[in-house]
């Protein structure tokens, strides 16, 4: 995966997938759409593949181990910090968005 300097937006179109576990053990695959920054912290948002909703992105905190160790998602149980990751996923679209239009 090839980002930029921000490490925001990536390069490349195609990050791949991620499966997620969900607590019933049912398994989501999902396209990624962004590994970001927020408040010195880094999120990946994600977008379920067979999800009804177009427009339901699930956002977590990434926690990337290094080469050795898979990364991990970490759900955000505090409204605020989902708050400002949510935010900083919304500008990052909409820079992109502006970035296509030219």
């Known amino acids: ?16 997938t991620v499966i997620l576990t969900m607590d019933d053990d049912s398994e989501l695959e999902c396209d990624i759409i962004a590994i970001f920054s927020a408040n010195d912290r880094e999120y990946i948002a994600l977008l379920a593949q067979d999800d009804e909703e177009e427009d339901s992105i699930l956002i977590y905190r990434f926690i990337d181990h290094g080469d050795d160790e898979a990364p991990e998602l970490v759900n955000i149980d ?3 910090e989902y708050d400002a990751a949510a935010d900083a996923l919304d500008e990052l679209l909409d820079e992109a968005e502006f970035y296509e239009e030219d």
Do not use: H, Q, R, V
């Open 1 to 16: 995966m090839a980002f930029n300097d921000d490490y925001a937006i990536p390069e490349e179109e195609d990050l791949g």
């Open 78 to 80: 505090d409204d605020d």
